[in-house]
Structures are given as structure tokens and as C-alpha cells.
């Protein structure tokens, strides 16, 4: 029986992009958590948010909840996102 291999990508040819720059220190930063929603993710992020406050002495949480698991952060929490020093996705089942 043949394998067959997906690809994942949702475009064949994306645009580039530069990256962002890496910061220097987190302390003092804004950090935003995007989840996807899923009651996975909460856990995850209620304990990510305790620990980088402690260990890296970020100032700010700021948690956003996409509308739909399945799809891209709407564009109004990807705006919101522009004032964040940092933005971490994601998702739990």
C-alpha cells in the first residue's frame, strides 16, 4: 500500500517576511497570550502567565481568544497584538 504525504502549508508561494527583532530582556515587557479556545489551553497558559511574571519579571499579561479555534487570530486581536512586546500562540484539545 502506497503512502501518501500531505503538505500542511496553506500557500504554495507565502510572501516574505522579516522577522521581528529579539528582544533583549522580558522584563517590563507586555506579553500576549492568543489561545485557541480550546480547554487545553488554559491550564497551560494560567501557569505560563505565574511563571514568566516570576522568572522574567514581565509587567503586563494580556490574554486574547480567537473566535475560532480553526482559523487565523481575528484581525482586531491582531491589531491589539501591535502593542505587545511579545506574542505567544496556542492551542490545547
Do not use: H
Not at 22 to 46: M, P, Q
Not at 57 to 68: A, D, G, R
Request: glycine share 8%; net charge negative.
Amino acid at each position: 500500500m502506497p503512502i501518501e504525504v500531505l503538505n500542511p502549508t496553506c500557500e504554495s508561494n507565502p510572501s516574505p517576511f522579516n522577522c521581528a527583532p529579539r528582544l533583549k530582556t522580558l522584563e517590563g515587557a507586555t506579553v500576549g497570550f492568543i489561545s485557541n479556545g480550546k480547554e487545553g489551553t488554559e491550564g497551560f497558559f494560567r501557569y505560563l502567565k505565574e511563571y514568566i511574571k516570576t522568572e522574567y519579571k514581565v509587567s503586563t499579561i494580556v490574554w486574547e481568544t480567537k473566535s475560532n479555534y480553526s482559523a487565523p487570530a481575528d484581525t482586531d486581536i491582531i491589531e491589539r497584538a501591535q502593542a505587545w512586546d511579545l506574542a505567544i500562540t496556542g492551542l490545547g484539545d
